[in-house]
């Protein structure tokens, strides 16, 4: 992963859904070696979206099933809120509905540098040169 990629991250709050304990501490310890400053977690649509009434963060990562429950309402929220989504299934994009075949998509399982080329395509950064850093 280049250094431009990690500047980019450094400091940013980052919100992970995710139902699965051991999925989010790997979301969270990843999303603190690429340099975020806090990462905040919720189990379920609903605690997610108590917690967007309350802060914002710059940016988020949906588990797209969350123990049967889709994450969707979540996205529409965040949407709303012009924040930033990074989609994580365990599934391959043809499950996403077509409003969000545009959103970057992890696959599970991931890998550090594949969490930062995510959420760096989601905040709409690319490398100097103009290319996108998924291509």
């Not at 051991?22 to 999303?31: K, T």
């Not at 990462?39 to 108590?50: C, P, S």
């Not at 996205?75 to 989504?85: K, M, N, V, Y």
Request: charged letters at 25%.
């Amino acid at each position: 992963m280049s250094d431009i990629v990690f500047n980019r991250l450094a400091g940013l709050s980052v919100l992970v859904v995710e139902d699965e304990s051991i999925v989010y501490y790997l979301f969270e310890d990843s999303l603190k070696q690429l340099g975020c400053a806090s990462v905040w977690r919720a189990r379920n649509v609903e605690t997610a979206r108590a917690l967007l009434e309350q802060r914002q963060p710059d940016a988020a990562i949906l588990d797209v099933n969350l123990n049967g429950e889709l994450a969707y309402p979540v996205a529409i929220q965040l949407d709303e809120l012009g924040i930033p989504i990074v989609f994580a299934t365990g599934y391959d994009r043809r499950g996403m509905p077509p409003f969000w075949a545009d959103r970057p998509l992890l696959e599970k399982p991931f890998t550090a540098d594949a969490l930062a080329i995510a959420l760096d395509k989601a905040l709409g950064n690319s490398e100097p040169n103009g290319h996108s850093l998924s291509e």
